[in-house]
């Protein structure tokens, strides 16, 4: 297609590089430089949507981020999907593929617009008052057709190949906005020395010096200023200049979160650049200089194709050279609707009337207006538009002493509207910045500051090209200045608006200060007129009457009744217009109405962007000891404890080259322990160095164990108790020297154990001379276990004694093993003869390699944390977190023993002399036999006495634990009963969905209970 | 010394990395490194048996034939020697510091070392590390325990465009293919 509606020269686009897209299927030409809505606009399309909730067609209403209606989807293939993009942000790339969306079967003839006919039946708050009944049918029936029929874009459904990244920065000035107010405050700020952040949303810096044609600066025609003026702002150092990022939020302590999208507008972007990078900025001093967003008017059928800003059509024209259309009705409450109209009028576009909200009309656009033999008409408002899929007429009354007069139809095929300017104060809201509401401008302003910002420009209401630059200019200084005191506190009240140390001389139309908020009048049936608030949520001027004639009276339950200002909208188009209708229809003053908050982000914003490189593998870190990677090509199942990757069995190819599963694996893992040696990777046992004079005080008063006459080179099982004297965690601890204990601690418990102990010793005990350093990552730990145990190590360790008697049960030797120095632990887990060789982690697989060398002729078996669990649970010891739960003291899982009676206090001891920490009928750790051995209980199941009790069933307790053991040749389980011990050889129950399993209470040692194989 | 190959859980990943010149990324090898902690009295006599006198500035470290100090606390340094053999360096300083209240324990194999050197050092670090890098707020020399993503690191800057990274051994490849990741769009 041509691009019958671009303009022969002009605009900011670059006519030696067309750019060939497609739009539904249907290819179209732009150029470089081109948006998707101005390159649609230049070949005359203005159809490009279908609105939320009624399906009807829709058109640009404006030509930035604040667009409601051209949402679109831009995809580059399956994967690279991107719904709800605004048109007018998309910059066109050769290549490019975009679709219009929320249409069925197609655009121009869509099913849903039954809805708009409907209509009638589907007020606000319909939902609410109809989807009621019966209950439950909101959930399965009516949620999912609405939201069927209601739902904006689609979602791709495989994974984003893209690359996201985030970067922490800092700057001393952030200014946000690069129009002539961003500028101007970054040029100030520069020169005093700050390091300056300018971001804008946009592709081009320049803000509304863009769309200038005429405007002069300094002399310059505002085009040339600008160039002048990036270039000077690109050459210093302590600029960066960031254009297509935008400020989406602003965080407590100046935290600015902006969005760069670095990639979007390429055509073949590169493999390795992030498609979008969010910077996380901490700025000591921010300037928002986010200008002003155009009001529609609120007007009968002001949503058809065709209509749209006054100010957008005339950025379309000026930055793109793409004529809106070809004749044009102006339909506005201020002056910028005539600049539009002159400089549309020059472009080549009929201007066929102004009509005027106004009675009066004077000053210097209109009568250039009527100079140029514009039709003006004052007190005119346009009462309705006409047209399929696009607009062809409008029709005009006079508005006589509050009465519409009679119609008259004015052909046309665009329609600009403007009811003044909002200044955006997003982003101040955001900061928590109190606005206050300005009679004179009819606007909310930014009031209190929290934050260390400031706003320029007509962010904060100064209009006048001039003066917007001097202002910019001056607040860029003064945050230059603030931001070398940062010790100062934040502010808490309105900056004095500074004088500007520089002129800016500017020759520019002054749009004055004239606007409108509310509905404008149309003398219609009101049951049949729809004038849109907010053109994405479909919300209509009789939607929020009817909001408060149902009664509500503050704006944000307004909102929340109508949608208005929800969304992507965030009020950028709604806001002001809702409140002028809610205004009028409770004859309140638009500041007792109150205003609703603006939430972050400013615009959306990707999934991608937040997640940014966590995800995959590198979500969290995945933790591996240094015997991970022999495990991995012995073909270990791995199992997650926390961030570690342990090994979980070991399968091997079993009869006919089948893979073992887990039981069996297990089971033969077992039997080899048990029978002859095993080898299990222990290293991410968490371990502590507790080293000083006081070490062992220090110990005393952690652990509930005595162990001042723990002897040097001696170990010992400790507990350690929260201060409510429950089990916190357990381990072996090792006494090296009188002032140094190796600590081990659960694998799961190390960081908590870790910052316990710092906690006392920090808060409560800072006098004693003790020291804590983790040590989990220093050793690798290879625990040798079984009856063969001692024979596979003595080659390896010349220099250690093994024998029984020169190195017993529970002793703990320094030497060295290959060369390697090693802390070796004589100590069981499993009940068998067993050592753990602890030895420095760059040597943990070498030395762990030696040792299965060393073992070959025993047949030494590798096994994993399942045979561990196993062994340990027939020997009846406990894992902190399975047989406890936090409300486990000691005695309940038979540790009474490792209390120190006689010690004067350790954590947890007042809580133990509480009564009913040793009441009798409290949950005590038993064994469980079932009746048929081959049966294997569920972890977690309940424990009566009586199945057939009235409900509620009395409960005694739950299974803790639960394997089939092979070496015994039946199911062991442990479980916390109530009175636990005095019920042993008692028979209970264990009901189940199915049936109810009957078990007999037991000892909860199971295998060799005299403990004669641990000393062997 | 050990007659057994010291292992480090980053020699594949080096292997397969790109040199990018904006932020060249080095796996360092076997260093000998020390925790010390300890009261007044036994911070003077650690420094010298080491030969690196203790800084005593927050976040700074001190440098001594090739040895390094680093203040990570008011009673604690992380103490390193790169390729030295951590066991007569653990002996001379329990000998100089005999009777004194102090803590030294051998961490020689809890983490390694990665330098990432070049213009675009600090831009990558940033990736995942909150802090201000720039000269002015973390100078050449100073040092800090702080995060990389979600994995703590030992943070130090021993040239302008010259970072030390010591990470945990397990944590050491997640840091390592985040800096990767980092300095990709810059190859």
Known sequence: MTNRFRTPSGGRIDRAAPVSFRFDGQTFSGFKGDTLASALIANGVHLVGRSFKYHRPRGFLSAGSDEPNALVNVARDAARSAPNLRATQVEIYQGLKASSQNRWPSLAFDAGAVNDLASPFLPSGFYYKTFMWPAGAWKRFYEPKIRAMAGLGVAPTVPDPDRYTQNYAYCDVLVVGAGPAGLAA?????????????????????????????????????AEWLKATLATLAARDNVTLLPRTTAFGYFPHNLIALAERVTEHLAAPGADLPRERLWKLRAKEVVIAAGALERPLVFPDNDRPGVLLADSGRTYLNRYGAKPGERAVVFTACDAGYRAALDLKAGGVTIAAIADLRAEVSGELPAR?????????????????????????????????????????????????????????????????????????????????????????????????????????????????????????????????????????????????????GATPHGRNPALAKAFVDWQNDVTSKDIQLATREGMRSIEHVKRYTTTGMATDQGKTSNMNALGIVSEALGESVPKIGLTTFRPPFTPTTFGIFAGEARGDLFDPVRKTAIHDWAAEHGAAFEDVSLWKRAHYFPRAGEGGRMEDMHAAVARECRAVRASVGIFDASTLGKIEVVGPDAAEFMNRIYTNAWAKLEPGRLRYGVMLREDGFVMDDGVVGRLSHDRFHVTTTTGGAPRVLAHMEDYLQTEWPDLDVWLTSTTEQWSVIAVQGPKAREVLRPLLPDIDLSKDAFPHMSVREGSILGVPTRLFSVSFTGELGFEVNVPAEYGRAVWEAIYASGERFGITPYGTETMHVLRAEKGYIIVGQETDGTATPDDVNLGWAVGKAKKDFVGKRSLARAAMSAPDRKQLVGLRTADPKLVLEEGAQIVADPKAPVPVPMLGFVTSSYASAVLGHSIALAVIKGGRARIGQKLSVPMADRVIEVEVVEPVFYDPKGERLNA | MPELASANPLSALATRSRDVAAARLVALGPAARFVFRGREAAIGAAGGAFGVPLPREACRRAEANGRFALWLGPDEWL???????????????????????HSLVDVSARSVGIELAGAQAAFVLNQGNALDLSPEAFPVGACTRTLFHKAEIVLVRHAPDVFHIDVWRSFAPYVWELLEEGRRELA
């Open chain 1, 186 to 222: 970054a040029l100030a700020a520069s020169e005093n020395g700050a390091k300056v952040w300018l971001a804008d949303e946009q592709a081009e810096l320049g803000g509304s010096l863009l769309s200038e044609t005429s405007a002069t600066i300094e002399g310059m025609p505002a």
């Open chain 1, 369 to 517: 207006a009527l100079a140029a033999g514009i039709d003006v008409r004052p007190s005119t408002v346009v009462v309705g538009t006409k047209g399929r899929l696009r607009v062809a007429s409008a029709q005009l009354a006079k508005v006589k002493n509050g009465q519409v007069g009679p119609a008259e139809t004015i052909a046309c095929d665009v329609v600009l509207m403007s009811g003044g300017f909002t200044p955006s104060v997003h982003l101040f809201s955001q900061s928590r910045g109190k606005l206050t509401w300005d009679v004179a401008s009819g606007a909310y302003l930014p009031g209190t500051s929290v934050e260390r910002e400031r706003s320029a420009g007509a962010a904060r209401g100064v209009y006048g090209l001039q003066r917007v630059l001097e202002d910019g200019y001056a607040q860029g200084e003064a945050a230059a200045l603030a931001s070398r005191d940062f010790a100062s506190p934040a502010r808490g009240t309105t900056p004095a608006p500074a004088a500007s140390s520089r002129a800016f001389p500017a020759v520019a139309d002054d749009l004055g200060a004239d606007g409108f908020i």
């Open chain 2, 79 to 101: 103490l390193i020697a790169p390729g030295a053999d951590p066991a007569p360096i653990f002996v001379a300083i329990e000998a100089a510091t005999a009777g004194l209240p």
